[in-house]
């Protein structure tokens, strides 16, 4: 027998959990979300959890400072310690970059956002072990910083189910039932679930799912990773966020004494990539280079002690933006996907707008014209992202 619901949220990512979340929240309906494994499973259990706004794209602009807000006060409603750590963030580029780092700026400081540029000795202050190179510059954003995303994802769970959200995990949606071009339901290895609305937060998992609807998105899954280090006996405690783009790498502190290392893009490979079976650790030939890198921006630190790593997996779109729309050809159908390593910045704008949609049938918070699925089609797509900066990757 089939179970019944009215808005149906598939995935139980950040995005996903936000989405339950604030479609319950405005009571519109009986809200079910459908996760296979476990909440986080996807790439939100992997994140670095960096929070930051820097970002040339109004509305990408926009959606970071709605998840700055969020997690800085997430804590309140949910009675908890707090999630958010305000580190702050060094942001570095080559000077090369100096004119798309100078526009930035100026609509970051249009928009109210604390930053500004500093110079290698005010680097050092902020961070002592920190070294800046005579063709590199740097900007302080006083506001960001990072998040547990475990803690995260069980706040975004416990908001959700506290609106009334219907959360499931070990339920896997294995094919959209669709009657003349709408959706009425799912299939699920419980059985079918009769629904008016599909939110699809799949993470890597999308493609898959779209495929037999001839429906595809214009989004490619990725293999990243991450390194975590020990400082040594004399290399200070924690400190900022520092988003280094002239090496291509982000660094924030883990735990009192640790750092976490990674890429600030996900590499390309020429295989698609299997969500269920991929490499999730660290590949030994990467970490040495990120030693160096390491080592290279914190020469205090290279005597850090080399903790392994992980692999994890991201989902990018050709402009590094998400799709935030109803798809095309699946009526009902709602796709939430390609946030690549912004995710969790950008999950509590996400879930609203989704709720928006939804809901009210359009968006209504945020112009979600930069973001429509067919933009790719439409020449838009090879518009670079807000963030122009050229990067190493991996
Ligand atoms: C190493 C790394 C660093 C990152 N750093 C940052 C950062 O600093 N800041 C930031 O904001 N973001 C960051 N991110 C990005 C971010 O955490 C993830 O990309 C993001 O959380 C993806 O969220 P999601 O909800 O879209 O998808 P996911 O977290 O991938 O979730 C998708 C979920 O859907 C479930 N699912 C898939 N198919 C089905 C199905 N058919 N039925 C039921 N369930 C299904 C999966 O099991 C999974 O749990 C990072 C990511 C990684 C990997």
């Given at each position: ?51 930051f706004?820097h ?32 580190a702050g963030m060094v942001l570095i ?22 930053v500004?540029?500093i110079?290698?000795?005010e680097l050092t202050?902020i961070d002592?072990?920190a070294?800046l190179?005579?063709?590199?510059l740097a900007v302080f954003e006083a506001?960001a ?94 400190t900022v966020v520092t988003i280094d ?5 982000y660094f ?45 921006r ?97």
């Amino acid at each position: 027998m089939s179970q019944a619901c009215d808005i149906l949220v598939v995935g139980g990512g950040a995005v996903g959990l936000s989405a339950a979340s604030r479609l319950a929240r405005r009571r519109a309906g009986r809200v079910v979300l459908l996760e296979k494994s476990f909440f986080g499973a996807g790439g939100s259990g992997k994140s670095a959890g960096l929070l930051f706004q820097h970002d040339g794209v109004p509305v990408a602009a926009a959606m970071a400072r709605g998840g700055l807000r969020f997690y800085a006060h997430l804590h309140e409603s949910l009675g908890s310690p707090p999630v958010f750590t305000r580190a702050g963030m060094v942001l570095i580029v080559r000077e090369s970059d100096r004119a798309a780092l100078d526009a930035n700026l100026a609509a970051q400081r249009e928009a109210g956002v604390d930053v500004r540029p500093i110079g290698g000795q005010e680097l050092t202050e902020i961070d002592a072990n920190a070294r800046l190179a005579e063709d590199e510059l740097a900007v302080f954003e006083a506001d960001a910083g990072c998040v547990d995303p475990v803690q995260v994802l069980t706040g975004l769970a416990e908001s959700a189910r506290r609106h009334g959200a219907d959360l499931r995990q070990g339920v896997e949606v294995q094919g959209l039932d669709v009657e003349k071009g709408k959706v009425v339901g799912v299939q699920t290895n419980e059985g079918p679930y009769t629904c008016g609305a599909v939110v699809l937060a799949t993470g890597p998992w999308t493609p898959r799912l779209l495929k037999p609807y001839k429906t595809a998105l214009a989004v490619e899954v990725r293999r990243t990773q991450a390194a975590f280090f020990r400082r040594p006996i004399d290399g200070g405690r924690r400190t900022v966020v520092t988003i280094d783009f002239a090496q291509g790498l982000y660094f924030r502190p883990a735990s009192a004494d640790g750092l976490q290392v990674g890429p600030l893009s996900a590499a390309e490979t020429k295989e698609p990539i299997n969500p269920d079976e991929y490499n999730e650790a660290a590949d030994g030939d990467w970490l040495p280079g990120v030693r160096q890198r390491l080592s290279r921006r914190f020469p205090g630190l290279h005597r850090s002690y080399g903790r392994g790593g992980y692999g994890a997996l991201q989902v990018v779109t050709p402009d590094g933006l998400p799709i935030l729309d109803r798809l095309p050809g699946l009526d009902g159908v709602y796709g939430a996907v390609g946030f690549a390593g912004r995710s969790i910045l950008m999950a509590p704008a996400a879930g609203e707008v989704v709720a928006e949609l939804v809901i009210d049938g359009k968006a209504a918070t945020l112009d979600l014209t930069p973001l429509r699925a067919a933009r790719f089609g439409e020449g838009d797509g090879a518009k670079n992202n807000g963030l122009p900066y050229g990067t190493i990757a991996n």
